[in-house]
């Protein structure tokens, strides 16, 4: 199984850019479906994004679309979150997620229970 970890969140105005990495331990982190997923303080862990095995397939939150973008590189076992234009809404930490099994169901993969495997959270902090 693989043990993820993130980093590069921190503080950052209005407007700016952040990318988080999502540092994936073992060998079988191509057999993953990826997500990032972020949780405010006092609220719930929501779904951010979503990235296939291979990488060719990407799901994002309305909240998000045309500025955050996932990827991953699976030679480096790596994922990414590279997120622009970030509004104060924004703030919270993230968390990435991987899943083995995959899942069945329209916007399954927006589920937290799908994912197997968890990292310990980033903190991003957007201020106004």
């Known amino acids: 199984q693989v043990q993820l970890v993130e980093s590069g969140g921190g503080l950052v105005q209005g407007g700016g850019s952040l990318r988080l990495s999502c540092a994936a331990s073992?060998?079988?982190?191509?057999?993953?479906?990826m997500a990032w997923f972020r949780q405010a303080p006092g609220k719930e862990r929501d779904f951010v994004a979503a990235?296939?095995?291979?990488?060719?397939?990407?799901y994002y939150a309305d909240s998000v679309k045309g500025r955050f973008t996932i990827s991953r590189d699976n030679a480096k076992n790596m994922a990414y979150l590279q997120m622009n234009s970030l509004k104060p809404e924004d703030t919270a930490v993230y968390y990435c997620?991987?899943?083995?099994?995959?899942?069945?169901?329209?916007?399954?993969?927006?589920?937290?229970?799908?994912?197997?495997?968890w990292g310990q959270g980033t903190q991003v902090t957007v201020s106004s």
């Open positions: 990235i296939s095995l291979s990488g060719g397939s990407t």
């Open positions: 073992g060998r079988t982190f191509s057999n993953y479906a």
């Open positions: 997620a991987a899943d083995r099994f995959g899942c069945s169901g329209g916007g399954c993969y927006t589920r937290l229970n799908v994912y197997q495997r």
